[in-house]
Each structure stands twice: as C-alpha cells, then as structure tokens.
C-alpha cells in the first residue's frame, strides 16, 4: 500500500514559519539601528521560536527537504548570526571603533562556521551539539543587552563595553569549539511529566512573570557555562584514566 505524499500546500507551512523568522532577525536588526534594543532582543526571541516551529512542523508534516534546509540555515545566519553582532555593536560596541567592529565580525563570521559545520556533519548522537548552537548564542546577547538596556539607570555600558566585546569573542569561540551542548531534541512533550517537573514548570513561569530579562539571562548563563564545566570535566577524567594506566604498562615491562 503506497503511503500518501503530502500535498503541496504543507510545504508552504515550515518555510513560512522560516521566513518570519528571518523578517524577526531584520526587523532585530532595524530596531538596533534606531536605538529601541527590548523591541530588538525580543524579535530575537521571536526568530527561536520560529526556528523551533519550522522543524517540528517540518518533522510532523513529513513536508522536510534539501530547499527548506537551506533556507533555514540561511535564515539562522541572518537571525543568529548578523542580527546579535549588530544589535550588541549598536548598544556598546560602537564606542569601541575597530575592536567593537572586529568582535562583532568574529561573531558572525563563527556563525557562519558553525552553520556551515552543522550542515555538513553526519549527526551521530542527537543528544548533543558540537559547539554552542547559533540561536543559543544569539539567546544569550539578547538577554545581556536586554538585562542592561533595563537597568540602564543602575548600568552604566561605556564603563563596561570592554566586557560586552570579550563576551562576543567568547561566544563565537564557543560556536566553533568542540564542546558538547545539550540539543533537547529528545525531548517530546507528549511525555508524562512527574509531578516535580510540574511545579519547577510552574516556578518559571513565576520567575518569568516577575522578571523576564534575569530569568532569561540566567538560564543562559547556565547552558552556557554547563558546556564548558562538563568539557573540564571530561578532560580531567581523561587525564586521571591515563595515569592510572600508565604504571600498570610499567609493571607489566
């Protein structure tokens, strides 16, 4: 029995949803230029989650193809790529002059790279990414630029706009290492929650409500520093494991 394809139309769905994502990353990108940085960091937002509504949908629909793909990763590059870097080089980096423009072209230009890569690479574990995903990064500018621009009374970004552009570098470094993130891509949400989930679940909403930039900036801290801890990590198990070893080899000569 010959399984029906889909009818064309469905193809129509995921790449719209791709495409306002892309006008979020421009629209981030006009809103940086005339100074209105919330509007700016939450059309950044607005790209995530169309990018996560496109592959699902995508994914549900059985409508995914090499077109769509590409398009998405186009679309990523504007919205996770350029549109951060332009944001965080209108709000600080401008008074830098060239390093501010240097780090923010480090940060698109790791973007690229790590697009580029992930297209590329033959995924083995889903699990985890290999690098820090664009939107992540892109995640994490908006949500410092977001946090300052409302604490702008107690923040003064002249002072510190030396530590926004460290900030870019170490992003884009991120982006391109090979350090292992979380995807979530297990996640289904058709699974049963435990009853302890439920209410963390309900406690962020809580913490959102009271403070959307903290609570978005902090769960960025985390993701971000988590890849980095559990890298270390790693590497000191590695090095305990080869120590071990090494007078086992000595004995046995």
Known sequence: METKKPAKGFYILPNLFTSAGLFAGFYAIMQARLGHF??????????MVMDILDGRLARLTNTMSDFGS????????????????????????????RFGSLAAFLYVACAALRLARFNVSKVSDKKFFTGIPSPGAAAMVASVVWVCSDYSEYINVKNINVFFAILMVLLALAMVSNIKYRSFKDFEFKDKMPFVGIIVTVLAIAIIYLDPPMFFLLIGSIYFVSGAITYLLRLIRRKAAAKSVEPKQESNE
């Open 38 to 47: 919330e509007a700016a960091c939450l059309a950044i937002y607005m790209a």
């Open 70 to 97: 590409e398009y998405d990763s186009l679309a990523d590059m504007v919205s996770f790529g350029v549109a951060p870097a332009m944001v965080m080089y209108e709000f600080a980096l401008v008074d830098l002059h």
